[in-house]
């Protein structure tokens, strides 16, 4: 199995930033891209980034321009730098992770127990 943990996340007002951090462990010999999801009450949950060993990388339309993920492959650890945030992105941030690149979050085989993110207006 893959344990995903991550960290950060908090309240913050519009505008602000924050970084979350996930480390991977484990059968991490499973996974391939790692990325991060977020869902807000009520609604679906949404892929927010994701990124291949390579660095290719692969963002909602919702934060680009906004936010960067990174990732440390020795460290096995993807990072979401969330700039200039909005009330928008208060939401339930989970890291994921999974062999391969899945357009949607429900294809993701690995979690983590998500952070919350609150934006304040």
């Known amino acids: ?33 790692m990325g991060w999801s977020r869902q807000a009450p009520g609604k679906q949950r949404e892929l927010v980034a994701t990124i291949t060993p390579g660095g290719s990388r692969n963002y909602a339309d919702s934060v680009k321009g906004r ?20 009330p928008e992105d208060t939401a339930v941030y989970y890291c994921n992770a999974n062999d391969m690149f899945r357009p949607t979050a429900s294809e993701y085989d690995y979690w983590g127990q998500g952070t919350q993110v609150t934006v304040s207006s």
């Open 1 to 33: 199995q893959v344990q995903l943990v991550e960290s950060g996340g908090g309240l913050v007002q519009a505008g602000g930033s924050l970084r979350l951090s996930c480390t991977a462990s484990g059968s991490i010999f499973r996974i391939n891209v």
């Open 67 to 86: 936010f960067t993920i990174s990732r440390d492959n020795a460290r096995n650890t993807v990072s979401l730098q969330m700039n200039s945030l909005k």
